[in-house]
């Protein structure tokens, strides 16, 4: 019995280093390729940058779950050093997640649970930077129940979406992972990921048609007082956890995305609640597993997606 059991563990061992040295096997090839397609444009074409457009103004309720007292703008930031480079327009709604999709080339968002007009799927006018619900009744993405504080939309080469959301403090509660239908506004919820973070940044790192899942959270004081940081990789049909980077030095980097163009993830740290404090880009390296402050950039900017050109 015992060596049975030796053995099936053994066997799960031998299957999960496997699997781990397929997913690093698969980002170190596909940064390859993603180096040498990036020369070859530079060599042909010169560097080109692409559009990064965020979204400024979060929900500021002072009670969590509670009504938003302001509404988004659409803006568009200079990814070289985090500078404003024109401000489009109101959203009309509360915007707590950003996504570009090229396949439809369509800007889509997710809304805060406290937006008083509309929570849900919204896309978003890149002339105007109006938003509009992508189905009126789908309010809470069609997740029965309480309201569900769904963010950090993110959309893979093949246009699929998925989001994530924290799960209100609970014994034995992890959060959540969903995939949303573009079409319908309506997620599919996958409970319990194993893992808490809390402000931090779903994306896909694309490498032409290999795509992979990131979860960058915060900076997190363990129980011995060091502070740490993780980069997840994720299962991107059901939200569980393929493999762990640490990041150093720990900063937080919120609701970001992968520059199509270095395959860098770029994120935002802000003190929420605090409209005096400074917002920052910061560059998180998965590859390397390295955090670097970009600069300074607009007051309150809350999200973050990049266009490809």
């Given at each position: 019995?015992?060596?049975?059991?030796?053995?099936?563990?053994?066997?799960?061992?031998?299957?999960?280093?496997?699997?781990?040295?397929?997913?690093?096997?698969?980002?170190?090839?596909?940064?390859?390729?993603?180096?040498?397609?990036?020369?070859?444009?530079?060599?042909?074409?010169?560097?080109?940058?692409?559009?990064?457009?965020?979204?400024?103004?979060?929900?500021?309720?002072?009670?969590?779950?509670?009504?938003?007292?302001?509404?988004?703008?659409?803006?568009?930031?200079?990814?070289?050093?985090?500078?404003?480079?024109?401000?489009?327009?109101?959203?009309?709604?509360?915007?707590?997640?950003?996504?570009?999709?090229?396949?439809?080339?369509?800007?889509?968002?997710?809304?805060?649970?406290?937006?008083?007009?509309?929570?849900?799927?919204?896309?978003?006018?890149?002339?105007?930077?109006?938003?509009?619900?992508?189905?009126?009744?789908?309010?809470?993405?069609?997740?029965?129940?309480?309201?569900?504080?769904?963010?950090?939309?993110?959309?893979?080469?093949?246009?699929?979406?998925?989001?994530?959301?924290?799960?209100?403090?609970?014994?034995?509660?992890?959060?959540?992972?969903?995939?949303?239908?573009?079409r319908t506004g309506?997620?599919?919820?996958?409970?319990?990921?194993?893992?808490?973070?809390?402000?931090?940044?779903?994306?896909?790192?694309?490498?032409?048609?290999?795509?992979?899942?990131?979860?960058?959270?915060?900076?997190?004081?363990?129980?011995?007082?060091?502070?740490?940081?993780?980069?997840?990789?994720?299962?991107?049909?059901?939200?569980?956890?393929?493999?762990?980077?640490?990041?150093?030095p720990p900063i937080?980097?919120?609701?970001?995305?992968?520059?199509?163009?270095?395959?860098?993830?770029?994120?935002?740290?802000?003190?929420?609640?605090?409209?005096?404090?400074?917002?920052?880009?910061?560059?998180?390296?998965?590859?390397?597993?390295?955090?670097?402050?970009?600069?300074?950039?607009?007051?309150?900017?809350h999200t973050l997606?990049?266009?490809?050109?």
């Open positions: 019995m015992f060596n049975e059991a030796l053995s099936h563990g053994e066997n799960h061992m031998k299957s999960t280093w496997k699997r781990l040295m397929v997913v690093v096997a698969v980002l170190v090839a596909g940064v390859q390729v993603a180096a040498a397609q990036t020369a070859a444009a530079d060599a042909r074409f010169g560097p080109r940058q692409p559009i990064l457009y965020g979204t400024v103004e979060d929900c500021d309720n002072p009670v969590p779950g509670g009504p938003c007292t302001e509404t988004s703008r659409l803006v568009q930031i200079d990814p070289s050093t985090g500078a404003l480079i024109r401000e489009i327009g109101p959203v009309g709604y509360t915007v707590n997640g950003l996504a570009w999709d090229s396949w439809t080339g369509t800007l889509y968002a997710s809304t805060a649970i406290g937006d008083v007009t509309f929570h849900g799927l919204i896309t978003i006018d890149t002339l105007t930077g109006q938003g509009t619900p992508v189905n009126p009744a789908a309010v809470n993405f069609g997740l029965a129940g309480a309201k569900s504080p769904v963010h950090s939309i993110a959309i893979d080469f093949f246009g699929q979406m998925v989001a994530w959301y924290d799960e209100r403090p609970a014994p034995g509660v992890t959060d959540s992972f969903v995939r949303i239908n573009k309506i997620a599919k919820e996958f409970n319990n990921t194993g893992i808490d973070t809390h402000q931090n940044g779903i994306a896909f790192q694309n490498f032409g048609p290999i795509s992979v899942l990131w979860n960058i959270d915060t900076a997190v004081t363990q129980d011995d007082g060091t502070v740490t940081q993780t980069a997840f990789l994720l299962n991107p049909f059901n939200g569980q956890v393929l493999f762990e980077r640490p990041i150093t937080m980097a919120a609701l970001g995305d992968f520059n199509p163009r270095n395959d860098l993830y770029y994120g935002l740290e802000f003190v929420a609640f605090d409209d005096t404090a400074p917002t920052s880009i910061v560059v998180i390296d998965t590859i390397r597993g390295t955090a670097t402050r970009l600069g300074e950039t607009v007051p309150k900017l997606a990049f266009v490809k050109r």
